[in-house]
Structures are given as structure tokens and as C-alpha cells.
């Protein structure tokens, strides 16, 4: 019985054991994984600050001034982006601002630029909604200007991937947008209409062509009617050809050549009638009066019988 309660108590010391050794292997971790988060998030912040020089880091002030500050832990707001296709190299490289009206002239122009203003409106309303490049991203780029403009006809970058570029930019400064950028026709990326052109969002006919020849429909409609002075008689001509065909033996009317409705034509019993040419003659004055008197000045005294 001894011996049995001491095999029991055994265990139980080794199973708490356990438990114990899986408890620090736990807390352990946790503390582990705490100073990598530490290590990481100063690792970015260094990233982010300590690496941009000191034109580029009062740049990137001012476009968190004007296209969104960063909230109060350092995380979000709109950060200029420095190597990329449209970045913000542009307004150290071209303008070299070297004095204080230098920079006060960059930070106008950012504050007027699209960006600026849309993100300014934003503010206004209420909802102040960050933007790279003033591109919505649940329209096409092609539709938008501005930063758009960049990669238009005559544009810098013109026929480049303004959509890569605007992807690529927000990539570097952390931002993730509502949708996937896309533009039809401006540059080479996610183009849906080739490089050409677009009609995105314009419900306007393009300049020139054709139908600019046509006061209106009306005119066009017109133009595609023939010209009953142009006729010049052909229209009676045609009729009178038709005639002799309808009065001529075995002709449509009759039923020696056949008909749609079997041998005989029309007369009963399916045999021809006899041929009246003098009853001919005059059934084709008949039509002849009528089908020409009413339509056209042409007159069967026109008609040589010589």
C-alpha cells in the first residue's frame, strides 16, 4: 500500500513539473516576442526618420502639413516617398530649395496642388482622407489629373505605367488604398483600352470626323435618301421594263413559265389561258396611265412606236 501511494506521489511531482517547465516556456516566449516587436518597431522608426537626410526629412514635413499629418503614435498620415517613379524627388532635385522663401514656395504649391486641395476639403468636411498623388483609387487614373497629368500625352511620363508608379509609391510609404489602382489609356499598366486616347468618364463624341459634315440627324437621314432629280427617267424606264415582262406571253402573269403556284399560274385547272395581244396592249395602256401619270411628268406620247 505504501509502495503504491509512492509510485502515486511520483507522478504527481513529475506531471507539476511539467506544467511548471511549460509555464516559463510560455512566459518565455512571450518576453521574446515582446522584444522583437520593441526591436522592430524602432527598426522602422529609424527607417522611416533617422535615414532621410535632412532636406528630405523637412519635405516629408510638409507633406504631412499638407496631405496628412501622422496620428500621435507615428504611424499613418501621408509620408513623402523618395526613389520612386512621381515621388517627391522632384521638388529637391528641380526646385533645390536653398532658402527659407525656397521652402515657404514649395510649401504653397504643395497646398495648391491637387492633392493638396482635395485633402484640404476633406479636412473641412469633416473626414480628412489621405489621397498619394490626389488619385482616387475607385476611379481610372486616365479619368483624374493632376499627378495624372505626369503620364499623359506630354507629360513627363508620358505612355509609363501611371498605375505601377501611384502602387509603388503608396507600397513605400505604408499606405494601403480602398481599391487597387487601375487607369485606362494612361501608361502601360492595367490598361483597358491600349495606349491610345480614352474616353473614360468623357461623354463627349471625339473632335472631328464625318458625322461633324450633318447639321443634324435629320441631314444625315437625308443624305442617305436618293435624289429624285438625279433620276433622270430611270425610275420610269425600270417600271416600263417590268411592264413588258408582266404583259409578255409566258410572263409573270401568266403560267407558261412557271409559277410559285405550280403549273398553270393562276387559271384554274392548271392551264394557260389563250394569248390576247390587243387585250395586252390595252391592260399595259391601262397600268402605263396610271403608274406614270401619277408619279412622273412622262407621258406615253413619249414613247416611240415607230
Known amino acids: 500500500m505504501s509502495s503504491a501511494l509512492s509510485v502515486a506521489a511520483a507522478l504527481s511531482a513529475a506531471n507539476a513539473l511539467k506544467v511548471l517547465k511549460k509555464d516559463q516556456l510560455k512566459a518565455e516566449e512571450k518576453v521574446l516576442d515582446t522584444q522583437y516587436k520593441n526591436d522592430q518597431a524602432i527598426y522602422n522608426y529609424n527607417k522611416d526618420n533617422m535615414a532621410l537626410t535632412a532636406q528630405q526629412q523637412r519635405l516629408n514635413d510638409l507633406y504631412n502639413k499638407n496631405f496628412g499629418p501622422k496620428n500621435a503614435d507615428g504611424t499613418g498620415g501621408r509620408d513623402a516617398s523618395f526613389g520612386t517613379k512621381g515621388g517627391a524627388d522632384y521638388w529637391l532635385t528641380e526646385h533645390n530649395p536653398q532658402t527659407e522663401a525656397d521652402w515657404a514656395n514649395i510649401d504653397r504649391m504643395l497646398a495648391a496642388s491637387d492633392e493638396g486641395v482635395k485633402y484640404a476639403a476633406s479636412v473641412k468636411a469633416g473626414a480628412p482622407k489621405v489621397l498619394p498623388g490626389g488619385i482616387d483609387p475607385t476611379k481610372s487614373i486616365s479619368s483624374q489629373s493632376g499627378w495624372a497629368d505626369h503620364f499623359k500625352k ?4 508620358e505612355n509609363e505605367n501611371a498605375a505601377g508608379a501611384i502602387t509603388n509609391i503608396a507600397n513605400d510609404i505604408g499606405f494601403t488604398p480602398s481599391e487597387a489602382y487601375f487607369n485606362n489609356s494612361v501608361g502601360g499598366g492595367n490598361d483597358n483600352t491600349g495606349g491610345g486616347g480614352s474616353l473614360d468618364g468623357d461623354t463627349k463624341a471625339p473632335a472631328g470626323g464625318w458625322w461633324t459634315k450633318f447639321a443634324d440627324a435629320d441631314a444625315f437621314k437625308k443624305f442617305l435618301q436618293p435624289d429624285a432629280k438625279a433620276d433622270n427617267g430611270m425610275g420610269d424606264f425600270m ?45 399595259m395602256g391601262d397600268w402605263f396611265k396610271k403608274n406614270f401619270g401619277s408619279s412622273s411628268n412622262t407621258s406615253t406620247s413619249t414613247v416611240n412606236t415607230n
Open 239 to 283: 417600271k416600263f421594263m417590268m411592264l413588258m415582262n408582266v404583259m409578255r406571253p409566258g410572263g409573270g402573269m401568266g403560267g407558261g413559265g412557271g409559277s410559285q403556284y405550280g403549273y398553270g399560274g393562276l387559271n384554274p385547272g392548271g392551264v394557260q389561258s389563250a394569248y390576247d395581244p390587243m387585250a395586252s396592249l390595252t391592260g
Open 154 to 157: 506630354g507629360g513627363v511620363f
